[in-house]
């Protein structure tokens, strides 16, 4: 096959990169609400019917929002091999939380309202909290690591280890910086399930998650202002040092990289990339406010700007790091060094343009169906056919 | 046998897989058996079909979410566990999961919702093509994780890189096609529908034999004897034995599970029972069939199956002729950008070996430094053990030969004996549920411990293929999942049965109202009997 040769590896490199970013930005806009109005469940929502009502509003759409997950980890797998290899398990314990906590919620979401006994119920509402909660903290403090660096290193073959016992590696996880980006996405989470359930509940459950939601929105942009400055002076950024080329086979050792300045002088050197930032300030903002306004429709909408802000800033500020490496920074992955062949780059990308459009079509379809308040009628004496 | 990160990682891989297989199987088939029901419906306008739809989709539901939950831990694993693997064959087997996800689980996922959701949202015919494409969507993630296995059992359309250190796509078309992957596609769904057969007919079994839900249950009997008839059939008649003559492990595979430990003049006999000795190379008192293995095995009567010895024979050649490329691998890698095309050449010539030389790395770090006795222990490895692959298939196809004789005979009382089922008859469709959940894991045992000792057949060993954790890493993971598991399949069985108990919601007004519209058209005949659902 020789069609592929028709897109240039680093060009196919670069998509990549950005549909990475897609997915991940996907999946925290529509499985985010989800994530954040489990967290939100016992406070905004406190008889059982009220919080029956707040798990309809995600009932129908949860299962497809998780695929979005489901599909980054399986892009990252074909997109970036060594990126999973390295990720999934250096990370290996806060995967396993994470992993957990994905595996309660369907099941919590499905079986709680399939028996009547209230402790029965209590049990699943705290799951729900829980596994919504946590990991929203923990791909922020994730975030917060990468960008600080995490301590791995390939061996010639390309073998991975890792620095540390097996409770330093998990403990480790937990420092002030990555604790701070896990504040952020928590909050930016619950602030998104906030302007969600203003949209789809209605009376008490709604009032609740409008004053909830734009607290978490204030909490959000102080923690993103704070990391950007701790970023500007306590962090050091990783550069590639040298000649490279950016169409090399993918092979990790392949550069020389030394940590020096901050990540933030990227935006002296690209200044467009400030619109990223501003997206999430102004997203933010205007989410407070529409929150306190009552606002439906737009609030979610300023809500999901300021998600895409907060994300995209940190992969245009890390570009073309994907994952440095704090104990051998020579073993850190790049765009240029940790994507999949120019082959299967190609295969993949027919397949997302194919399919993708589709998709896309199909959710609309359904959220389309769906549209409209979640009543509490909606729900009662229905336990067979809604949650 | 030491325990160690490999055996640990394997088990963890083979219970969560295990568990993971409870549920699919039922998902794959009862959507399809759902989608027929209410298919019926839409084409009838009867309510007792929109009933059934219902009654088996909410038990369709609390059988998917969990099928969904255990997915996860799946896809996640081969990069938390195995990294080494996801490394070095992610450039190929990463493709497929994704597409999986892309085309499959997008869809299912999406449209699972609306159809539990959806009753009062949408038209009859949206509705129903909602549930359609909720099976095909479980049906088509069947297809790409099984294009992903398949590779694992045959590696097509991939070669080897030195530059990477990986394997890499060569063509996709092959890795797509790859005859393993359609055989076992096949296979595996149609395994999926007999368990759905089976399931539906023995809840319906039951109910009549508690006197309880007749319509209901006779035709949903209908329903599932006609379709676990004919896949029943396809699964015995198109088992994936029709890739085992592709590659050496293969052959090893198809020799263990006769338990064939030398070569036999053709057509082989086939053992129907014994039991195999590993140390002794023998197999006590076994009983053999003359020609039938040589029949399926080959579909000819003159091409030999090698047995044990003759392909541990093989690989030890493979062995020394892996050595050399790993050797000229060494030297290029070494050389970085400004390789000897001397060495190339002679890398080329053996690439096809090189994952037999890793079969080394067990026992020492350099390859190259083995003695005549280690090479020689590193081809018995290539033998997996015997006893479980061939117990497993006999236990496999067994059960497959009882399930067409109980569809066959379910589907001609049905057809032809206007439904009067023998009690005994129905006591023996409620105790064969857990039957073809036994079968497929026993198929999966089969198909997976028997590509041992690779992951990869013949391109990466299972003990190189794991994470660099420690064993208290893996050991508390596998402690959270089998707690974790347990009580979630306790929280599974209580509710499938709670559900089970209560039955199907029948909607009296409407049935009522159905049957004095059409009570002419039926000469008459009220079916009252619909609406019989004795109080709990």
Same mark, same amino acid.
């Given at each position: 096959?020789i069609?592929h040769?028709?897109?240039?590896?680093d060009v196919?490199?670069?998509?990549?990169?950005?549909?990475?970013?897609?997915?991940l930005i996907?999946?925290?806009?529509?499985d985010g609400?989800d994530?954040?109005v489990?967290?939100?469940?016992?406070f905004?929502?406190?008889t059982?019917?009220e919080?029956r009502?707040?798990?309809?509003?995600?009932?129908?759409?949860?299962e497809?929002?998780?695929v979005?997950?489901i599909?980054?980890?399986?892009?990252i797998?074909a997109?970036?091999?060594?990126?999973?290899?390295?990720?999934?398990?250096?990370?290996?314990?806060?995967?396993?939380?994470?992993?957990?906590?994905?595996?309660v919620?369907p099941?919590?979401?499905?079986y709680?309202?399939?028996?009547?006994?209230?402790?029965?119920?209590?049990?699943?509402?705290?799951?729900?909290?829980?596994?919504?909660?946590?990991?929203a903290l923990l791909?922020?403090?994730a975030?917060?690591?990468?960008?600080q660096?995490?301590?791995f290193?390939?061996?010639?073959?390309?073998?991975?280890?890792?620095?540390?016992a097996w409770?330093?590696?998990?403990?480790?996880?937990?420092?002030?910086?990555?604790?701070?980006?896990?504040?952020?996405?928590?909050?930016?989470?619950?602030?998104h399930?906030?302007?969600?359930?203003?949209?789809?509940a209605?009376?008490?459950?709604?009032?609740?998650?409008?004053?909830?939601?734009s607290?978490?929105?204030?909490?959000?942009?102080?923690?993103?202002?704070?990391?950007?400055l701790w970023?500007?002076?306590g962090?050091?950024?990783y550069r590639?040092?040298?000649?490279?080329?950016?169409?090399?086979?993918?092979?990790p050792?392949?550069f020389?990289v030394?940590?020096?300045?901050?990540?933030?002088s990227?935006?002296?050197?690209?200044?467009?990339?400030m619109?990223?930032?501003?997206l999430?300030?102004?997203?933010?903002?205007?989410?407070?406010f529409?929150l306190?306004?009552?606002r439906?429709v737009?609030?979610?909408?300023?809500?999901?700007?300021?998600?895409?802000?907060?994300?995209?800033?940190v992969?245009?500020?890390m570009?073309?790091?994907?994952?440095?490496?704090?104990?051998?920074p020579?073993?850190?992955?790049?765009?240029?060094?940790?994507s999949?062949?120019?082959?299967?780059?190609?295969v993949m990308?027919?397949?997302?343009v194919?399919?993708?459009?589709?998709?896309?079509?199909?959710?609309?379809?359904?959220?389309?169906?769906?549209?409209?308040?979640v009543?509490?009628?909606?729900?009662?004496?229905?336990s067979?056919?809604?949650? | 046998m030491?325990?160690g990160i490999?055996?640990?990682?394997?088990?963890?891989?083979?219970?969560?897989?295990?568990y993971?297989?409870?549920?699919? *199987?039922?998902?794959?088939?009862?959507?399809v058996?759902?989608?027929?029901m209410?298919?019926?419906?839409?084409?009838?306008?009867?309510p007792?079909?929109?009933?059934m739809t219902?009654?088996?989709g909410?038990?369709?539901g609390?059988?998917?979410?969990?099928?969904?939950a255990?997915?996860?831990?799946m896809e996640?694993?081969f990069?938390?566990?195995?990294?080494?693997f996801?490394?070095?064959?992610?450039?190929?087997?990463?493709?497929?999961?994704a597409?999986?996800?892309?085309?499959?689980?997008f869809?299912?996922?999406?449209?699972v919702?609306?159809?539990?959701?959806?009753?009062?949202k949408l038209?009859?015919?949206?509705?129903?093509?909602?549930?359609?494409?909720?099976?095909?969507?479980?049906?088509?993630?069947?297809?790409?994780?099984?294009i992903?296995?398949?590779?694992?059992q045959?590696?097509?359309?991939?070669?080897f890189?030195p530059?990477?250190?990986?394997?890499?796509?060569?063509?996709?078309y092959e890795?797509?096609?790859?005859?393993?992957?359609?055989?076992?596609?096949?296979?595996?769904?149609?395994?999926g529908?007999?368990?759905?057969?089976?399931?539906v007919?023995?809840?319906?079994a039951?109910?009549?034999?508690?006197?309880r839900?007749?319509e209901?249950?006779?035709?949903?009997?209908t329903?599932?004897?006609?379709?676990?008839?004919?896949?029943?059939?396809?699964?015995?008649?198109?088992?994936?034995?029709?890739?085992?003559?592709?590659?050496l492990?293969?052959?090893?595979?198809l020799?263990a599970?006769?338990?064939?430990?030398?070569?036999?003049?053709?057509?082989?006999p086939?053992?129907?029972?014994?039991?195999?000795?590993?140390e002794a190379?023998?197999t006590?008192?076994?009983?053999?069939?003359p020609?039938?293995?040589?029949?399926?095995?080959?579909?000819?009567l003159?091409?030999e199956?090698p047995?044990?010895?003759?392909?541990?024979?093989?690989?030890e050649?493979?062995?020394?002729?892996?050595?050399?490329?790993?050797?000229?691998?060494?030297?290029?890698r070494?050389?970085?950008?400004?390789?000897?095309?001397?060495?190339?050449?002679?890398f080329?010539?053996?690439?096809?070996?090189?994952?037999?030389?890793?079969?080394?790395r067990k026992?020492?770090?350099? *390859?190259?430094?083995?003695?005549?006795?280690?090479?020689?222990?590193?081809?018995?490895?290539?033998v997996?053990r015997?006893?479980?692959?061939?117990?497993a298939f006999r236990?496999?196809?067994?059960?497959?030969?009882?399930?067409i004789a109980?569809?066959?005979?379910?589907?001609?009382?049905?057809s032809?004996?206007?439904?009067r089922?023998?009690?005994?008859?129905?006591h023996?469709?409620?105790?064969?549920i857990?039957a073809?959940?036994?079968?497929?894991e026993?198929?999966?045992i089969?198909?997976?411990?028997?590509r041992? *000792?690779?992951t990869v057949?013949?391109?990466?060993?299972?003990?190189?293929?794991?994470s660099?954790?420690?064993?208290?890493?893996v050991?508390?993971?596998l402690?959270?999942?089998?707690?974790?598991?347990t009580?979630?399949?306790?929280?599974?069985?209580?509710?499938?049965l709670?559900?089970?108990?209560?039955g199907?919601?029948?909607?009296?007004?409407?049935?009522?109202?159905?049957?004095?519209?059409?009570?002419?058209?039926?000469?008459?005949r009220?079916?009252s009997?619909?609406?019989?659902?004795?109080?709990e």
């Amino acid at each position: 096959m020789i069609l592929h040769t028709l897109i240039d590896y680093d060009v196919l490199r670069v998509i990549w990169w950005v549909l990475l970013g897609v997915l991940l930005i996907g999946f925290a806009l529509t499985d985010g609400f989800d994530m954040g109005v489990g967290a939100l469940l016992p406070f905004a929502a406190r008889t059982d019917i009220e919080r029956r009502v707040a798990i309809n509003t995600v009932g129908p759409v949860w299962e497809g929002n998780q695929v979005w997950f489901i599909l980054g980890g399986g892009a990252i797998f074909a997109a970036w091999p060594p990126l999973y290899a390295v990720s999934f398990s250096g990370f290996y314990l806060a995967m396993f939380v994470i992993l957990a906590a994905l595996i309660v919620r369907p099941v919590a979401f499905k079986y709680r309202s399939k028996r009547d006994g209230a402790r029965w119920r209590a049990t699943w509402d705290w799951a729900l909290c829980a596994s919504g909660a946590i990991p929203a903290l923990l791909f922020g403090v994730a975030v917060g690591n990468v960008i600080q660096g995490v301590p791995f290193l390939f061996t010639d073959d390309l073998h991975t280890l890792y620095q540390g016992a097996w409770y330093t590696k998990f403990v480790g996880l937990l420092d002030p910086f990555s604790l701070l980006a896990g504040v952020v996405s928590l909050s930016m989470l619950v602030m998104h399930g906030g302007a969600w359930l203003t949209l789809k509940a209605e009376g008490a459950v709604r009032d609740r998650a409008r004053r909830f939601g734009s607290v978490a929105a204030l909490i959000a942009l102080a923690g993103y202002a704070l990391a950007g400055l701790w970023m500007a002076y306590g962090i050091e950024g990783y550069r590639i040092v040298g000649a490279y080329t950016t169409t090399a086979a993918s092979n990790p050792l392949q550069f020389e990289v030394e940590r020096s300045a901050s990540w933030l002088s990227a935006y002296a050197e690209h200044p467009w990339i400030m619109i990223a930032p501003a997206l999430a300030f102004a997203g933010g903002i205007l989410t407070f406010f529409g929150l306190r306004a009552g606002r439906e429709v737009s609030t979610l909408l300023f809500s999901k700007l300021s998600i895409l802000g907060v994300i995209s800033s940190v992969g245009l500020t890390m570009f073309p790091f994907i994952l440095p490496s704090s104990s051998d920074p020579r073993s850190s992955l790049t765009v240029w060094n940790a994507s999949s062949s120019h082959l299967t780059l190609f295969v993949m990308l027919v397949s997302t343009v194919i399919f993708m459009p589709l998709i896309l079509a199909y959710t609309a379809w359904v959220y389309k169906v769906l549209w409209g308040k979640v009543t509490e009628d909606d729900v009662t004496g229905k336990s067979d056919s809604v949650y | 046998m030491e325990f160690g990160i490999v055996e640990l990682s394997r088990l963890q891989f083979a219970l969560t897989a295990m568990y993971h297989f409870l549920f699919v *199987p039922l998902t794959l088939g009862l959507s399809v058996v759902i989608a027929i029901m209410e298919t019926v419906y839409v084409m009838t306008n009867r309510p007792i079909w929109r009933q059934m739809t219902k009654f088996w989709g909410t038990l369709f539901g609390i059988n998917f979410v969990l099928g969904v939950a255990t997915g996860i831990t799946m896809e996640f694993q081969f990069g938390m566990n195995w990294s080494y693997f996801s490394h070095y064959v992610g450039d190929i087997f990463g493709a497929p999961l994704a597409l999986e996800g892309l085309m499959a689980f997008f869809m299912e996922a999406t449209f699972v919702g609306l159809f539990f959701f959806g009753w009062d949202k949408l038209s009859k015919v949206g509705h129903l093509i909602v549930t359609w494409l909720v099976a095909i969507g479980s049906n088509f993630s069947a297809l790409w994780i099984l294009i992903a296995n398949g590779w694992m059992q045959n590696p097509v359309g991939a070669e080897f890189n030195p530059m990477t250190m990986r394997m890499e796509l060569t063509d996709f078309y092959e890795v797509m096609f790859n005859s393993v992957a359609q055989a076992k596609f096949v296979h595996t769904v149609s395994a999926g529908y007999v368990t759905a057969a089976v399931f539906v007919l023995g809840v319906s079994a039951w109910y009549l034999l508690k006197n309880r839900h007749i319509e209901l249950a006779r035709r949903s009997i209908t329903v599932a004897a006609a379709f676990g008839l004919a896949s029943a059939f396809s699964v015995v008649l198109l088992g994936d034995e029709s890739g085992y003559d592709a590659t050496l492990n293969q052959k090893m595979k198809l020799a263990a599970i006769e338990g064939m430990w030398e070569t036999e003049p053709a057509p082989a006999p086939f053992t129907v029972f014994g039991f195999p000795d590993q140390e002794a190379r023998e197999t006590h008192f076994a009983i053999h069939v003359p020609y039938v293995m040589g029949l399926i095995g080959t579909r000819s009567l003159t091409t030999e199956i090698p047995g044990i010895a003759q392909l541990v024979d093989e690989g030890e050649n493979r062995i020394r002729s892996g050595l050399i490329a790993y050797d000229a691998l060494m030297h290029i890698r070494e050389a970085r950008q400004t390789a000897d095309p001397a060495e190339l050449a002679r890398f080329e010539a053996h690439s096809d070996d090189l994952g037999f030389a890793f079969l080394l790395r067990k026992y020492l770090d350099d *390859p190259r430094e083995a003695s005549d006795e280690q090479i020689r222990m590193a081809a018995e490895d290539t033998v997996p053990r015997v006893w479980p692959l061939f117990w497993a298939f006999r236990i496999m196809v067994g059960l497959g030969f009882g399930f067409i004789a109980t569809m066959i005979y379910f589907f001609y009382l049905a057809s032809f004996k206007g439904m009067r089922f023998p009690r005994p008859a129905l006591h023996l469709a409620v105790w064969m549920i857990p039957a073809p959940w036994i079968a497929a894991e026993m198929g999966w045992i089969v198909a997976e411990f028997g590509r041992q *000792p690779w992951t990869v057949d013949g391109v990466l060993p299972t003990a190189m293929s794991v994470s660099a954790l420690s064993i208290t890493e893996v050991a508390l993971t596998l402690a959270g999942f089998i707690l974790f598991y347990t009580v979630l399949f306790v929280v599974e069985v209580s509710l499938m049965l709670k559900y089970i108990r209560k039955g199907p919601v029948q909607d009296v007004e409407e049935t009522e109202a159905w049957f004095a519209t059409h009570y002419d058209r039926l000469g008459g005949r009220r079916e009252s009997a619909a609406l019989a659902t004795p109080a709990e």
